[in-house]
């Protein structure tokens, strides 16, 4: 990870090309030569604060489509479909209980469920 030298905001990565990319302050307009190696990954220069972080992972469109989520079997209250993402979420105060998130895996309709 990089920062603008300008106004300390953090780089983000622009692909131009196959093989050259830019790392581009969105605050500023601060631009960079950035090169992206063979297994999709940008050289970073070594600092104190992270002397073992060496290389950055860039996730495609197509990574972000993955779901990773473990699925349950319940009923969509939309569709009818019986099968869904889950998570949990801590929406209320510590002290109680947390509320499960479920998204369809046919509609993608999100409901949840208070526990």
């Known amino acids: ?25 969105q605050k500023c307009g601060f631009k960079k ?5 063979q297994q999709n990954t940008v050289p970073l220069v070594k600092n104190d604060i992270e002397p073992y972080q060496e290389s950055i992972a860039v996730i495609g469109k197509e990574e972000q489509k993955l779901r990773t989520l473990p699925t349950v ?36 309709f999100t409901f949840r469920e208070y526990t």
């Open 1 to 25: 990870m990089e920062f603008c030298p300008k106004c300390g905001k953090r780089l983000t990565l622009q692909k131009e090309e196959k093989k050259s990319a830019k790392l581009v302050c």
């Open 73 to 108: 079997r319940i009923e969509c209250p939309k569709c009818g479909n019986n099968l869904a993402f889950a998570w949990q979420v801590q929406t209320r105060g510590s002290d109680e209980s947390s509320t499960q998130f479920f998204r369809c895996t046919k509609c993608n």
């Open 33 to 37: 030569k950035a090169e992206v190696n």
